[in-house]
């Protein structure tokens, strides 16, 4: 989870492991939900309240608009 102003460029650095961290670490290469917010601030709550939530409510919300956890990063 994170926040990016360019979205299609962080996606293609961590298919590609330029990005050190979870992604790289556990092979994590699909992006099954993302938000758009209109500045970065509103974002970076959002990213907040997000990381506090449970697991299953996260999963709820990506089961809401992708339930079948499709790779949505070829929109991009």
Do not use: C
């Amino acid at each position: 989870m994170g926040v990016t102003s360019q979205l299609a460029q962080r996606i293609w650095q961590h298919k590609n492991g330029v990005v050190e961290g979870f992604t790289k670490k556990y092979h994590v290469h699909k992006l099954v939900y993302f938000e758009l917010f209109e500045d970065m601030t509103t974002a970076i709550n959002r990213e907040q309240q997000l990381k506090q939530w449970k697991r299953e409510w996260k999963l709820d919300l990506v089961r809401e608009t992708n339930p079948d956890f499709l790779d949505l990063s070829n929109e991009f």
